[in-house]
């Protein structure tokens, strides 16, 4: 398994439970049956790879931010996803595992951010994945408590918003960076900050809130649009480029 991408595949069995939420609105039984298959299937990746980890072959080099989606992301979409679904003991259970290891992977990756050289500019858009763990699991322990805020969603929510202020210190070291597909580490933490945000307009309900929730979901659409239409542009230019040298080398060949 690669190490910098292989935690990535973590994202099929994540939109596949968010599917099953989204199906069980309209098919209860068939909703309830994706969730329940991809949370299996996340269990049994997240426990194939952290038993892969733990040959002690893992550099500490390759840590980036896409480590927390096979436990720890996986384990708090379960959560919600299961609350959604109705089933609490599985929600419970999900919720602790995806705390856990939310805690354990961000000793690993503060480690390697502070102790090691800077990651590559690929791996860099990485680092807004952080937001994520603490947006879902604001949003998983509101429905596991019956949609009435406490404590524990409060203290999530301002470690959500924490994350948030430094990823406003890393845009500098964001805008800096050419496009890549690695972009796409942006949506998640984004679309998982806006669900929480809009859950704090509804409960709140400040002046204009419904105006200000659609300018939020607005401005996520367009962040996701953005990247998947500089993603096909940049596919693209590198199949021509690739093409051009093709050509260039079997020119060469036969000169």
Known sequence: ????????????????????????????????????????????????????????????????????????????VGALTAAETGIG??????????????LVISVFFFLRLALRPAMPAPLIPTLAIMIAPPAVASAAWLRISGGQPNHLFE????MTAFMVLIQIMLLPR??????SLGFWSFTFPAASVAALAITWLHLLQPFAWQAITVAVLAAVTALVLAIATKSVLLLITSTRA???????????TMG
């Open 242 to 252: 690739s093409r051009r040298q093709q050509s260039g080398a079997e020119k060469q």
């Open 89 to 102: 003991w599985l929600a419970v259970g999900s919720f602790a595992i995806g705390i856990f290891f939310w």
């Open 174 to 179: 964001y805008r800096a960076l050419p496009f």
């Open 1 to 76: 398994m690669h190490f910098a991408q292989g935690p990535l595949a973590a994202l099929l069995p994540i939109a596949a439970m968010l599917l099953g939420a989204g199906l069980h609105r309209t098919v209860p039984l068939a909703g309830t049956m994706l969730t329940l298959i991809s949370i299996a299937a996340a269990a049994a990746f997240a426990a194939w790879i952290l038993s892969y980890w733990m040959r002690g072959e893992m550099p500490l080099e390759s840590v980036h931010g896409g480590y927390f989606l096979p436990i720890s992301a996986a384990g708090l």
């Open 155 to 158: 203290g999530l929510s301002a």
